[in-house]
């Protein structure tokens, strides 16, 4: 489970499992489980079984997306602005193209709300496609992918945090900070347990930001931007079997399993913007970007892909699956029927988004092999 590709196909393994077991004969006890409510009242944590799991149990999961995202900012790939332009301005490129296509689809209607959906990307999915099918493909073509769904990540968090806060109580959030400026003193500090005041200060930053009304997710991003980036991979690396094989699935598991509608009427406009946004806007938003660029920065600065590589990568990162299926049940919390057009819009999206990826990185990786075959070939001869 500390593979790319294992983890890939759990996660679609849990997706599935779910939607067949929700429109099973079980399927209603199963839907009535997900809304039951459950927690401490006196705290005012009672909250349903699904948002127990999108509420706390992901935060774990962009804890180690902010853990990442702080590697890469202070000594990775985006530390250095010359090697981090390309995916940079591609994840903009991968941002406001699907979602201007998902507002072209919806323009006039009462669903603009659901325009960030088609805009995110699933690192952990992603990459295990790319590591599934993209075998020959040089090694930038998955640092290019890892970068730019990093930077994906952030904006996507800035979005949650932005557009999908209410009631927004200041007193929390303003403890919040002063809880984190305590936790980097201690971080400095070697005879206290590290990783137990990392716990305990997880749940406290999630109990506050919760309170404040942004969403509680952003407790694991902030908690691993305020950790050393020299301790990240260690903790990265313990994070990670847990998040492959318990949080994502569990998310995955909930998120799809809804009663599919019938659609003996039109497809709606929520759907459709969605499974359009996200193979095509990625594709024309991020390989368009990263192909113009990568012609015009400085020699030392350009990735080795070709057009048709950018294009693989760019279809993996339509891949929306975990934070757009997030996004879609915060846009649609309140509206059941339009919230399971646009998960199903999400899983077609993404799967018509990673059969692409995968047929291209499988057609490019080949070529580039056999190439390389040819090379040894040749010298052998000689």
């Known amino acids: 489970m500390k593979t790319d590709r294992g983890a890939a196909l759990l996660l679609m393994a849990a997706a599935i499992i779910g939607l067949l077991v929700a429109n099973s004969p079980v399927g209603p006890a199963l839907i009535d489980f997900k809304f039951t409510y459950f927690g401490f009242e006196e705290l005012g944590l009672k909250l349903t079984v699904e948002h127990w799991v999108s509420d706390l149990v992901l935060a774990v999961f962009f804890l180690v997306a902010g853990l990442e995202l702080k590697y890469e900012l202070r000594l990775g790939i985006l530390s250095k602005p010359a090697t981090a332009l390309i995916p940079v301005v591609a994840a903009l490129g991968g941002v406001i193209v699907p979602s201007a296509i998902y507002v072209a689809f919806n323009w006039g209607t009462d669903y603009l709300a659901g325009w960030p959906i088609p805009a995110a990307t699933d690192i952990a999915f992603a990459l295990g496609v790319l590591a599934i099918f993209g075998r020959g493909l040089p090694k930038e073509a998955r640092i290019f992918l890892l970068s730019l769904a990093i930077f994906d990540d952030l904006m996507a968090i800035l979005i949650i945090a932005v557009f999908f806060t209410s009631d927004l109580q200041p007193q929390f959030l303003i403890v919040a900070a002063l809880v984190a400026a305590l936790h980097i003193l201690m971080e400095r500090q070697r005879r206290i347990p590290i990783n137990a005041a990392r716990v305990v200060t997880f749940l406290i930053l ?28 260690g903790l990265t690396a313990k994070l990670q079997p847990w998040t492959n094989t318990l949080v994502l699935p569990l998310f995955a598991f909930f998120a799809v399993a809804i009663a599919l509608p019938s659609f ?87 799967l018509i988004s990673m059969a692409l990826g995968a047929i291209i990185a499988r057609l490019q990786g080949s070529a580039r092999l056999e190439a390389k075959k040819a090379k040894r070939q040749e010298k052998s001869q000689s």
């Open 264 to 350: 003996e009427d039109e497809l709606s406009t929520v759907f459709l913007g969605i499974t359009v946004g996200l193979p095509l806007g990625k594709a024309i938003g991020i390989a368009g970007a990263a192909i113009l660029l990568n012609r015009f920065v400085a020699k030392e600065s350009r990735l080795p892909l070709n057009g048709f590589e950018f294009l693989a990568v760019a279809f993996l990162a339509g891949v929306g699956f975990t934070v757009s299926l997030l996004i879609s049940n915060l846009a649609f919390k309140d509206m059941p029927d339009v919230l399971a057009d646009a998960t199903l819009g999400v899983i077609a999206g993404s």
């Open 206 to 233: 999630w109990y506050l930001i919760y309170q404040s009304g942004v969403h509680a997710t952003i407790a694991g991003v902030l908690l691993g931007i305020i950790i050393p980036a020299s301790k990240t991979h």
